[in-house]
């Protein structure tokens, strides 16, 4: 991952992490995009031999340190959403971004729903609609996102 630029790739990682950290007004805290999700699908799709299962959980367990839940827990629903990438990413690569931006959403979800149930199995959680708020920031933000992470990668010639 570090060789041939892979110190960008590392930037945007941190990036992403620190959008999914940094303090929101309330309003719109529900709404806050999969920012390591969508970031980590980029580069699964781009570089599947650079970024893979390993940084997912990586990321997914800073995160979870970072936002003080239980160890594991995003760690393992990342895993799973970037194995269902990386399985399928020459399938994904095909369609056009709008349709990726459907795909982000059902993979978003399933994140969301997984660390629903890690938490419902390990704390007394509810599942609330508001949940699933952050599907839908991540299907508009996808075409966006990934065409500034497309520009930094043709950019520095990232292979």
């Known amino acids: 991952m570090f060789s041939n630029n892979g110190f960008i790739i590392l930037l945007t990682l941190l990036i992403a992490l620190m959008a999914s950290i940094t303090p929101l007004p309330l309003s719109f805290d529900a709404f806050r995009p999969d920012w390591i999700l969508i970031v980590l699908v980029y580069w699964c799709l781009a570089l599947p031999s ?8 990586v990321m997914g367990l800073i995160l979870d340190i970072l936002l003080g839940s239980v160890l594991g827990v995003h760690a393992c629903a990342m895993a799973l959403s970037i194995y269902i990438t990386v399985v399928n990413f020459q399938k994904i690569r095909n369609f056009s971004v709008w349709q990726q931006a459907l795909i982000i959403g059902v993979l978003s979800a399933q994140y969301h729903l997984v660390v629903f149930w890690l938490q419902r199995f390990l704390s007394d959680v509810v599942f609330l609609p508001s949940y699933l708020y952050p599907v839908f920031t991540s299907i508009i933000l996808w075409p966006w996102v990934f065409l500034l992470l497309r520009r930094v990668r043709r950019h520095f010639r990232i292979k």
């Open 50 to 57: 650079k970024v893979n299962i390993i940084t997912a959980w």
